[in-house]
């Protein structure tokens, strides 16, 4: 493994540490956030137009949402990470979901055409799964047998004996890849931390979103592919991962909140908001807020994610300009 990327992922697991402090034992809802108040005067419509890994997440707020306020229309639409930035910057979404963090170009566009940089809000956190047909012998991987198996850089195709099966029946049959398209935030983290930045083969069979990717796996003995945790069914298992073939940790939140966990990931939800302003539309700050309070907190855990610290909600409804009040 390189030493770039090594100084990279401790660099990232420690972020992903300090940042989601929550309690050791396992998922649960942080005590010091709110419940959620409603308020008068909200109406209108929201759009939101991103990850596809988080339709599931703004559904379930939505109708969160729409319990306080049946008047609001909500309208989610997932097609990828990607056109998240653009939707905002031409204003046709109030909200950007995105599984990955904006890339500095796109960053840099949005400044250019408002003066200032989008406000990313760290929603939940998803631990990247590594699925494999329920059957699989294996059970942990490391990142570099991670490269090798889905990127160009491991050279001919590996095979389930490669990453030490040794049953007859698996041993000598390649492994069958199941990934996302390349407008998906899951494709560009996968290969910036799976990957080590490497290009994918081409013989990944790509997928139009993350639970098209287990339904492939599912139906393919010999399948491998990476998706949300939360996508996870009985008819696929999730390998244990290590950074550098030591010890492995399974896709847990006590393991992702730790940083133990290689691959464990932030979910954002990208706004507009003007720095001086702040944010003038209540359904959106509303929105905001039921995102950050126990409530939006517990849908996080329905859905399969892990739920982000008060002091995390905190920072990112300063970030608004929303007073937390907690």
């Not at 599912?218 to 550098?244: C, E, H």
Request: hydrophobic share 40%.
């Amino acid at each position: 493994m390189s030493t770039t990327f090594r100084k990279w992922a401790v660099g990232l697991t420690a972020a992903v540490a300090g940042a989601t402090a929550l309690m050791a034992a396992g998922p649960e809802i942080d005590s010091k956030l709110p419940k959620y108040s409603p308020v008068s005067g909200v109406s209108g419509n929201i759009k939101s137009i991103g990850s596809d890994t988080m339709n599931n997440l703004m559904t379930l707020w939505g109708e969160e949402f729409k319990a306080f306020y049946p008047a609001v229309q909500i309208e989610v639409e997932g097609k990828g990470s990607s056109t998240a930035p653009p939707a905002l910057m031409q204003n046709q979404a109030n909200f950007g979901p995105m599984s990955r963090a904006m890339k500095s170009s796109e960053v840099d566009e949005f400044e250019k055409r408002f003066g200032y940089k989008p406000v990313p809000l760290r929603t939940a956190i998803d631990a990247l799964a590594v699925f494999v047909h329920k059957d699989c012998p294996l059970d942990e991987i490391s990142i570099d047998q991670l490269t090798d198996v889905f990127s160009v850089a491991g050279g001919n195709t590996v095979t389930w004996g490669d990453l030490g099966v040794t049953d007859r029946r698996w041993a000598s049959r390649a492994v069958s890849l199941y990934g996302r398209n390349s407008a998906s935030g899951t494709y560009g983290y996968f290969k910036k931390v799976a990957l080590q930045g490497n290009d994918y083969r081409n013989t990944v069979k790509e997928q139009p979103g993350s639970s098209a990717v287990v339904q492939g796996v599912a139906n393919d003995r010999f399948g491998m592919g990476y998706s949300g945790v939360g996508y996870a069914t009985a008819d696929v298992k999730m390998l244990q991962v290590s950074l550098d073939g030591g010890d492995s940790f399974a896709p847990s939140a006590e393991y992702a909140n730790s940083g133990e966990y290689p691959l464990a990931r932030f979910l954002y939800l990208y706004v507009n908001v003007d720095p001086v302003r702040g944010i003038n539309d209540p359904k959106m700050a509303e929105f905001i807020k039921l995102v950050f309070s126990k409530q939006g907190q517990e849908v996080v855990l329905k859905d399969g994610y892990f739920p982000v610290s008060a002091s995390v909600a905190r920072e990112d409804l300063k970030a608004c300009k929303l007073d937390p009040k907690f």
